[in-house]
């Protein structure tokens, strides 16, 4: 089944988004001094819900602390907060003007979706520990320190592909 | 015009909050253009099939590397004030295997995965419950693991200072290495699909023709030849500075740490300072103040440091130090300190203290402990201060990481910074 609709414009050329892309980051390089991120702004999130949920378990927690701050300004109150909320904004913004807002879900045709949502849900989890572990994910090591030469980010870099291409066979089903 | 204009302080904490929503607005926007809010298009790259995760990251590392080298060698952007996420090797393997591990089971990373749920994709949104849980998960275990989380420490570190190779020739290589990887891509799709890359969309497809691919690819790889001949992108020799501000700071004393101020950071295990000993070699290796590091005043480079770290100078009686100050300030280093009184100050109150008669017993007392922690001792009561460079140093530094004394806990874990992803 296809799952995008007829009328759904074609993705862009990868190179010509990827210089969009890039351009993006060098502005960010030349404004802010710092480069982009995604999961740095989900811990800020949850560091917040978590507070308000459980606050005494919070305040003792010595995870949690580095991201509470100085108990005046909210957590979300954070660059990388505001620039993943753009994210979004940016995403469906890009999303109505091709035409392919629609209710899905992504898999190959030999996947069942519960399998597939079951899936997606431990890999968010494994990928978030993995972020958290390495100090940044796909955007803030990858991309980022990518294009400054960072000795770690590109460590990780091959560490991802690495560990991408090494499962790829036992989870063809899901995709292909 | 300098750069990054909000470390050059040209707008506030307010207003980047707002540039950082624009930014994400074009971040947001391309990954969703590219077509990365598709888990199955993601997940192609890694059974050949559609290999634009890999065209897509690729130029745009190569297209932000060589803009920003560009833009720091003309002069335009302070490069040693962007940030670097500070290296350590085994989380970053680790790490960075568990994401690949999670990208091929989730299909997403966190940035795509917001694009894929804003635009309807249903294991979008659950790969992002996913992340929430997870991150509540590893929140718990997190105290155990701390020390493993800051293994193998390298700091700040680029590839161009490991390997010591200039910064331009390293751009050149990556621009290069993204280019075979790009025509590899190409050929590698040609054979799992079986179909002819697209004439117009790659660039080793069809007649040869100049397209916009094609334009690009050879900007890109101009740009990176420009790099490996124009040399290092860090800024030179050539400085300019602000001699009232400086004449008003000076007048202030605020760059100065005293000698106890100092001898407490190193009990306490703080980081985030460098400390510098501008004396020769063969002083230093006499005696040197724990943690320094001996960098005489002729090679002081302008990258040894960045821009904003705390750096705090001393020398024998103070006056190299007091050089490499000025030559510091006016590289445009942010926050140079002097060891007020130099070395010989260390000698005389941290190494060797004193007992007068205004001295309260439980200050002396601690003074003491200070100086034996240094491996100094105290002075008898009536020597003369100029006896006291008869006084022999102890042989060598403390030894690296001696016992803290007592009344002087503090956490020695650093402060992780917030800045990075």
Redesign the interface.
């Known amino acids: 089944m296809n799952?995008?609709e007829h009328s759904a414009k074609p993705?862009?050329?990868?190179?010509?988004?990827?210089?969009?892309?890039?351009?993006?980051?060098?502005?960010?390089?030349?404004?802010?001094?710092?480069?982009?991120?995604?999961?740095?702004a989900?811990?800020a999130?949850?560091a917040t819900?978590?507070h308000q949920l459980a606050p005494e378990h919070v305040e003792k927690?010595?995870?949690?602390a580095?991201?509470l701050g100085d108990g005046v300004h909210s957590p979300l109150?954070?660059?990388?907060?505001?620039?993943?909320?753009?994210?979004?904004?940016?995403?469906?913004?890009?999303?109505v003007l091709?035409n392919?807002?629609?209710?899905?879900?992504?898999?190959?045709p030999r996947m069942t979706n519960p399998l597939?949502?079951l899936?997606?849900?431990?890999?968010?989890?494994?990928?978030?520990?993995?972020?958290?572990?390495?100090?940044?994910?796909?955007?803030?090591?990858?991309?980022?320190?990518?294009?400054?030469?960072?000795?770690?980010?590109?460590?990780?870099?091959?560490?991802?592909?690495?560990?991408?291409?090494?499962?790829?066979y036992f989870?063809?089903k899901?995709?292909? | 015009m300098n750069a990054p204009f909000y470390k050059f302080g040209l707008f506030g904490d307010e207003a980047s909050l707002i540039i950082a929503f624009v930014i994400g607005i074009g971040f947001g926007f391309f990954l969703e253009r590219a077509g990365f809010g598709s888990g199955r298009k993601l997940a192609a790259q890694f059974y050949f099939r559609d290999l634009s995760v890999l065209k897509v990251m690729f130029t745009a590392i190569i297209t932000a590397m060589t803009g920003l080298y560009l833009l720091s060698r003309l002069g335009f952007v302070d490069l040693s004030l962007v940030y670097l996420v500070p290296t350590f090797v085994v989380p970053q393997i680790v790490g960075g295997l568990l994401l690949g591990i999670g990208f091929v089971i989730g299909g997403y990373c966190p940035g795509t995965s917001c694009v894929s749920s804003v635009t309807g994709s249903i294991d979008g949104m659950v790969y992002v419950a996913g992340m929430i849980v997870g991150l509540v998960g590893f929140a718990e275990v997190y105290p155990s693991m701390q020390s493993y989380v800051q293994m193998t420490p390298m700091g700040q570190i680029t590839l161009a200072r490991l390997f010591n190779l200039p910064y331009g020739l390293l751009v050149f290589a990556v621009v290069l290495m993204a280019l075979a990887a790009f025509a590899a891509a190409e050929w590698a799709e040609k054979k799992v699909t079986g179909t002819s890359p697209d004439p117009k969309g790659s660039i080793t497809g069809g007649p040869w023709r100049m397209t916009p691919v094609r334009i690009l690819a050879t900007g890109l790889a101009a740009a990176g030849f420009v790099a490996l001949i124009a040399g290092d992108p860090y800024r030179g020799s050539r400085a300019s500075i602000d001699t009232r501000d400086l004449a008003i700071r000076v007048g202030k004393g605020v760059d100065k740490v005293q000698a106890t101020q100092l001898a407490d950071w190193i009990i306490q295990g703080r980081n985030d300072f460098k400390l510098v000993d501008l004396r020769s070699e063969h002083d230093f290796d006499a005696y040197h103040i724990p943690t320094a590091q001996d960098l005489p005043l002729a090679s002081l480079a302008p990258d040894f440091a960045a821009h904003n770290d705390r750096i705090i100078l001393y020398s024998g009686d103070g006056t190299e130090a007091a050089q490499a100050w000025f030559l510091l300030e006016a590289q445009g280093f942010k926050n140079v300190y002097l060891l007020d009184g130099g070395l010989r100050a260390w000698q005389n109150i941290v190494l060797f203290p004193q007992k007068s008669a205004g001295t309260d017993p439980a200050v002396f007392a601690k003074q003491v402990e200070v100086a034996k922690y240094f491996g100094g001792a105290p002075r008898e009561e009536g020597t003369s201060p100029a006896a006291s460079v008869a006084v022999a140093l102890p042989k060598l530094a403390a030894p690296a990481q001696p016992p803290v004394p007592a009344g002087n806990s503090s956490n020695t874990q650093p402060k992780k910074k917030k800045e990075g992803c």
């Open positions: 799952n995008v993705y862009w050329n990868p190179y010509l988004s990827g210089f969009g892309l890039g351009l993006v980051l060098l502005a960010s390089f030349v404004i802010m001094g710092r480069g982009l991120g995604a999961s740095g989900i811990n999130f949850v819900a978590m927690s010595a995870y949690y580095e991201y109150k954070d660059w990388l907060v505001f620039e993943v909320l753009g994210v979004f904004v940016g995403g469906f913004l890009s999303g091709a392919r807002l629609k209710f899905r879900v992504e898999k190959g597939r949502l899936f997606a849900f431990i890999g968010g989890a494994l990928m978030i520990i993995g972020a958290r572990i390495a100090l940044g994910c796909t955007s803030g090591q990858a991309l980022t320190g990518g294009s400054l030469l960072n000795v770690g980010s590109w460590i990780f870099m091959m560490c991802v592909f690495g560990g991408a291409y090494a499962v790829a989870f063809r899901q995709w292909i």
